[in-house]
């Protein structure tokens, strides 16, 4: 069965960095988009960024463009979230998620599998 | 900046049949299709519905979705408690080139 398990959250103060890991199993990793959703405390959600099945093509909401970074590594089965300049808006838990069905959505886009989340908490 | 827009709260007793509403624009649910996603408290999302009325495996036959020109709606029918729960719209938006998710609507069943 297809899991997803979020890890590298915690406390950082602000202008700081953290590495969101997320790692994969059950199903053949490399063949999957993914992304990472956030949601603040109390909030809704928020998508802030996809990565293709190969890792050469990302993208990122305006909220998070320029400080945050996605990459894959298909071999570990990993995916990655390279937070830098973190602010205190920034602070949620973190979801990475798995495309429904493998390759580009072509806007029949949807999340088939979540992993719990992680927390981030930018304060000082 | 696009937005999805949902009413934040809705409430029920059970048996009784809901419909959450998502209000979005051409750039979004006029051009592509809707999914919704559940999360219970405390807990991921799940996803209930893709492709406007589609439910993947293991999904209660209790939860519908449709969609009409830029609205899309979820309908829950012979509400229980265990329904008590927010849930979200989202549909790919071309001004954010990505998924758009809906504020999201508290149901409450009473």
């Known amino acids: 069965q297809v899991h997803l398990v979020e890890s590298g959250g915690g406390l950082v103060t602000p202008g700081g960095s953290l590495r969101l890991s997320c790692a994969a199993s059950g199903f053949t990793f490399s063949d999957y988009y993914m992304s990472w959703i956030r949601q603040a405390p109390g909030k809704g959600l928020e998508w802030i960024s996809y990565?293709?099945?190969?890792?050469?093509?990302?993208n990122y909401a305006d909220s998070v463009k320029g400080r945050f970074t996605t990459s894959r590594d298909n071999a570990k089965n990993s995916l990655y979230l390279q937070m830098d300049s973190l602010r205190a808006e920034d602070t949620a838990v973190y979801y990475c998620?798995?495309?429904?069905?493998?390759?580009?959505?072509?806007?029949?886009?949807?999340?088939?599998?979540w992993g719990q989340g992680t927390l981030v908490r930018v304060s000082s | 900046q696009s937005v999805l827009t949902q009413t934040p709260s809705a409430s029920g007793t059970p048996g009784q049949r809901v419909t959450i509403s998502c209000s979005g624009s051409?750039?979004?649910?006029?051009?592509?299709?809707v999914s919704w996603y559940q999360q219970l408290p405390g807990t991921a999302p799940k996803l209930l519905i893709y492709t406007n009325n589609q439910r993947p495996s293991g999904v209660s036959d209790r939860f519908s979705g449709s969609k009409s020109g830029t609205s899309a709606s979820l309908a829950i029918s012979g509400l229980q408690p265990e329904d008590e729960a927010d849930y979200y719209c989202a549909a790919w938006d071309d001004s954010l080139n990505g998924v758009l998710f809906g504020g999201g609507t508290k149901l409450t069943v009473l």
């Open positions: 990565i293709s099945s190969s890792g050469s093509y990302t």
């Open positions: 051409y750039s979004n649910v006029g051009s592509y299709t």
């Open positions: 998620a798995r495309d429904r069905t493998g390759g580009y959505c072509n806007g029949d886009c949807s999340s088939g599998f």
